[in-house]
C-alpha cells in the first residue's frame, strides 16, 4: 500500500540554514495534540500513532495523564510530533497545575498545530464530551475548530458487536452533531491491533486532507506567535550557553521552560489572578447548557485568562 506524501509547508521551507538541515526532516511532519476526557484511550492512541509504546497507558482511568508530554517519532518517512494531554474534566488537577499544564501543551504545539484529535470511546460519549470543541476553541482560539478530528479508539470492541462507526454516529443525535462540528472527520482505531500501519497511514491521509483544506497550513494564531517567539529567544540564550548542543535538543528545552510558562504561572500568584477568576466564572456560566460549568469551567477559565494576561504582559515588554 502507498505511504503518505509528506506535507512540507511553505513555511516549513524558510529560514532553514545548513547548521538547521538535520533539523528541517524532523519539521517536515504534523504535530498532533491529543484531547480527551481520562480513559478515552488518548495515551494509547499515541502510542499507536508512534508505532511505540512511549505513553503511559492503561485501560481503566486508575492511571492518569496528569502532564503534558511530547513524544516525536518517524512514520514511513514523516516525522510526527505527538502530545498528549491531562484529561480535560478531570479536577484532581489545581488551578496552577491546569495553567501550567496548558501553557506547556501550547508551548510543545508551537507554532501550532496540524490537528487536533479529540478521542473518544464508544458507547461512552458523555455530556461533558460534547462540550469539547467549545473548550478546544477557548482554549486556543475559535478556528482551531477547522483543524479538529475526532479519534474512536477500541474499534474492535465495536466489531465483536457487529457495529460500525456509522451505526454509532447515525444512531446518536449528540455524536452525530458533535462530529458535525468537526468537519464531519473522523476516523477508528482498532487497539488490539496496535502494530497494524494501515489505521495510522488512514489517519494520516485524513489530517493531510484537512491541512489542505486549511491552506496547507498549521493552525497558528496570535498566541502560538508569541508562544514561539519565546522559545526561538530560550533557543539563542541555551545554544549560545551550551554550544555543544544542537538547534533540537536546545529546542525540546526551551519547549518546556520558556518565558511565556514562567508569566502565565505568575498570573495565579499576581493580580491577574483576579482577572483570570472573573473569566473562569464567564466559562462556566456555559455550563447551563454543557458541562464545562462548575469546577472545571472555573479551573479552564482560569488557565484560558491567566494564559491572556501573560501574554498580554509579553506583549508589552515586547513594544
Given at each position: 500500500?502507498?505511504?503518505?506524501?509528506?506535507?512540507?509547508?511553505?513555511e516549513?521551507?524558510?529560514?532553514?540554514?545548513?547548521?538547521?538541515?538535520?533539523?528541517?526532516?524532523?519539521?517536515?511532519?504534523?504535530?498532533?495534540?491529543?484531547?480527551g476526557?481520562?480513559?478515552a484511550?488518548?495515551?494509547?492512541?499515541?502510542?499507536?500513532?508512534?508505532?511505540?509504546?512511549?505513553?503511559r497507558?492503561?485501560?481503566?482511568?486508575?492511571?492518569?495523564?496528569?502532564e503534558?508530554?511530547?513524544?516525536?517519532?518517524?512514520?514511513?518517512?514523516?516525522?510526527?510530533?505527538?502530545?498528549?494531554?491531562?484529561?480535560?474534566?478531570?479536577?484532581?488537577?489545581?488551578?496552577?497545575?491546569?495553567?501550567?499544564?496548558?501553557?506547556?501543551?501550547?508551548?510543545?504545539?508551537?507554532?501550532?498545530?496540524?490537528?487536533?484529535?479529540?478521542?473518544?470511546?464508544?458507547?461512552?460519549?458523555?455530556?461533558?464530551?460534547?462540550?469539547?470543541?467549545?473548550?478546544?476553541q477557548?482554549?486556543?482560539?475559535?478556528?482551531?475548530?477547522q483543524?479538529?478530528?475526532?479519534?474512536?479508539?477500541?474499534?474492535?470492541?465495536?466489531?465483536?458487536?457487529?457495529?460500525?462507526?456509522?451505526?454509532?454516529?447515525?444512531?446518536?443525535?449528540?455524536?452525530?452533531?458533535?462530529?458535525?462540528?468537526?468537519?464531519?472527520?473522523?476516523?477508528?482505531?482498532?487497539?488490539?491491533?496496535?502494530?497494524?500501519?494501515?489505521?495510522?497511514?488512514?489517519?494520516?491521509?485524513?489530517?493531510?486532507?484537512?491541512v489542505?483544506?486549511?491552506?496547507?497550513?498549521?493552525?497558528?494564531?496570535?498566541?502560538?506567535i508569541?508562544?514561539?517567539?519565546?522559545?526561538?529567544e530560550?533557543?539563542?540564550?541555551?545554544?549560545?550557553k551550551h554550544?555543544?548542543?544542537?538547534?533540537?535538543?536546545?529546542?525540546?528545552?526551551?519547549?518546556?521552560?520558556?518565558?511565556f510558562?514562567?508569566?502565565?504561572?505568575?498570573?495565579?500568584?499576581?493580580?491577574?489572578?483576579?482577572?483570570?477568576?472573573?473569566?473562569?466564572?464567564?466559562?462556566?456560566?456555559?455550563?447551563?447548557?454543557?458541562?464545562?460549568?462548575?469546577?472545571?469551567?472555573?479551573?479552564?477559565?482560569?488557565?484560558?485568562?491567566?494564559?491572556?494576561?501573560?501574554?498580554?504582559?509579553?506583549?508589552?515588554?515586547i513594544?
Open positions: 500500500m502507498d505511504s503518505v506524501s509528506v506535507l512540507i509547508l511553505p516549513q521551507r524558510e529560514d532553514v540554514s545548513q547548521s538547521e538541515a538535520g533539523t528541517a526532516k524532523a519539521e517536515a511532519g504534523f504535530r498532533i495534540v491529543l484531547i476526557k481520562t480513559g484511550g488518548k495515551s494509547a492512541a499515541g502510542n499507536i500513532i508512534l508505532r511505540e509504546r512511549i505513553f497507558s492503561a485501560l481503566s482511568s486508575s492511571t492518569v495523564t496528569l503534558c508530554q511530547k513524544e516525536t517519532r518517524e512514520f514511513e518517512g514523516q516525522a510526527l510530533a505527538v502530545v498528549d494531554t491531562p484529561g480535560l474534566f478531570d479536577t484532581e488537577l489545581a488551578p496552577r497545575e491546569v495553567v501550567s499544564e496548558l501553557t506547556r501543551c501550547i508551548s510543545f504545539a508551537a507554532p501550532g498545530p496540524h490537528a487536533f484529535l479529540v478521542v473518544i470511546r464508544p458507547g461512552r460519549f458523555t455530556k461533558e464530551e460534547q462540550e469539547t470543541v467549545k473548550i478546544i477557548k482554549v486556543f482560539g475559535e478556528s482551531a475548530a483543524y479538529t478530528l475526532v479519534l474512536f479508539t477500541h474499534g474492535d470492541d465495536l466489531e465483536e458487536e457487529g457495529v460500525t462507526a456509522e451505526n454509532l454516529i447515525s444512531e446518536n443525535k449528540a455524536l452525530r452533531e458533535f462530529i458535525n462540528k468537526c468537519g464531519d472527520r473522523y476516523h477508528v482505531f482498532n487497539n488490539r491491533e496496535k502494530k497494524d500501519a494501515t489505521q495510522v497511514r488512514e489517519l494520516l491521509k485524513k489530517i493531510n486532507t484537512m489542505q483544506l486549511n491552506g496547507s497550513t498549521y493552525y497558528t494564531n496570535e498566541k502560538f508569541e508562544v514561539e517567539k519565546a522559545i526561538q530560550k533557543v539563542e540564550k541555551i545554544l549560545r554550544p555543544h548542543f544542537t538547534p533540537r535538543e536546545a529546542r525540546i528545552k526551551a519547549e518546556r521552560k520558556n518565558r510558562i514562567k508569566s502565565a504561572l505568575a498570573v495565579i500568584g499576581s493580580g491577574g489572578a483576579a482577572a483570570a477568576l472573573g473569566v473562569g466564572i464567564e466559562v462556566a456560566a456555559i455550563g447551563a447548557v454543557g458541562a464545562v460549568g462548575g469546577p472545571v469551567g472555573l479551573v479552564v477559565g482560569l488557565a484560558v485568562a491567566s494564559i491572556a494576561v501573560a501574554l498580554r504582559r509579553e506583549a508589552c515588554k513594544q
